[in-house]
Structures are given as structure tokens and as C-alpha cells.
């Protein structure tokens, strides 16, 4: 595949996450729930503490839940021949909304992810999403809002991740959702780090 060839599975993990939304949340096996892969860990801040934080070693980042209202489920698609990883979904209990992690290797900058992202999701069917523009997450972080259709509304955020490395955020969730949904997102987006490098 070549140096964009995987990029279309941005698109079609998104539209994929965008139908999950329009639907009730789907809970996750309680197996899933407790499963932890080998190169990650998932800790807690106390017996009663609302904030958990996942630590993948493998792929350079860490995720500290805002709220406890965010339920991280690991996936299987830990990683693809071209690189790309999609490690972990998390999903607000109360409202539907989902946010998709992807970790991408760095053959472009934030930026230039970004706007190929957003032409893609332009093609797609029922897609309407503003322009790129600069985030306040980090230097290089990019990010634009989009909606399909009257039912699902959405953001993508991309960001350096830890070196060689690119996060992309894709999150979803039903238009009739209050305002402060978008706030959680933004918090979570937030809270997708890096790891500081060793040495």
C-alpha cells in the first residue's frame, strides 16, 4: 500500500463509528472490559477515584480519562503491515458520543493528515466538514468538525505523537446531544499524550 494508500481506512473506520453512533452505545463483553494486552497498563488513581490511566508502551502514548464516564475498551487491531494501529476505543456512558484513537506513522505532518482526511470524508455520501484549522492541544495539533447528515456530529483532531508517530482522533456522537458533549470530547482529546522519551 502506498505512502496514502491507508489513509482510506480513516475514512472507513469513521463512517463506521458515525453508524455505531446513530445507534443505542453497544456495551462491550465484560471480558473485554478487564483485558489487557501485554504492552499496556491500565491503572488507577485510588479504590474510588474517577480518572484511570492506559499507558501503551509499544506505541508511545498514554490516556488519562477526564471522567468515569469514559470507558476505554481495547481493540484487536493493534497494528496493521503499513503501521497503522487503532489501539483503544472510548466511549461516553451517558451520551453515545465515541472517540477513536489511531496511531499513524509519521509520513506527513499533522497538517497534511488533516486535509487528506477531510477531502476524504468530503466524498463520502452525506458528509459536510469545515476546514482544517490550528487546535490548541499542542504546536502542531489540527483538527475540523464535520456532521453526516441531521443525525451524528463529529471532530478529528491530529497531532504529533511520540517520535515517528501521529495521532488521530475521530469522534462521533448524536446531534441531539446536549453542548456539553462536545466539551467531554474535547477534554478527552485532550488526554491522549505522548510518552516522554526514555533517556
Not at 500500500?1 to 480513516?10: E, F, I, N, P
Not at 458515525?18 to 463483553?29: E, I, L, N, T, W
Not at 499507558?55 to 475498551?73: M, N
Not at 451517558?94 to 488533516?114: N, R
Request: proline share 8%.
Amino acid at each position: 500500500m502506498g505512502r496514502w494508500g491507508w489513509l482510506g481506512c480513516g475514512v472507513v473506520l469513521l463512517c463506521t463509528a458515525c453508524g455505531a453512533s446513530r445507534a443505542s452505545v453497544v456495551k462491550q463483553p465484560q471480558a473485554l472490559q478487564e483485558a489487557q494486552v501485554s504492552q499496556a497498563v491500565v491503572a488507577s488513581d485510588g479504590p474510588h477515584s474517577s480518572a484511570r490511566r492506559y499507558v501503551d508502551e509499544d506505541l508511545g502514548f498514554e490516556i488519562v480519562r477526564p471522567t468515569a464516564e469514559w470507558q476505554l475498551d481495547e481493540t484487536e487491531d493493534q497494528n496493521s503491515p503499513e503501521g497503522l494501529a487503532i489501539p483503544v476505543v472510548l466511549k461516553h456512558r451517558t451520551s453515545g458520543a465515541q472517540v477513536v484513537l489511531q496511531v499513524a506513522p509519521a509520513v506527513a505532518t499533522p497538517t497534511q493528515f488533516a486535509e487528506r482526511l477531510n477531502a476524504g470524508l468530503r466524498e463520502q455520501p452525506g458528509f459536510v466538514a469545515s476546514d482544517p484549522e490550528p487546535l490548541p492541544l499542542s504546536d502542531s495539533a489540527v483538527g475540523f468538525n464535520f456532521q453526516v447528515g441531521d443525525g451524528v456530529r463529529g471532530r478529528v483532531a491530529v497531532t504529533e505523537g511520540s517520535p515517528g508517530r501521529v495521532f488521530m482522533m475521530l469522534a462521533t456522537w448524536p446531534a441531539e446531544s446536549p453542548e456539553d458533549v462536545s466539551q467531554s470530547v474535547e477534554a478527552l482529546f485532550g488526554a491522549v499524550r505522548p510518552l516522554p522519551e526514555r533517556g
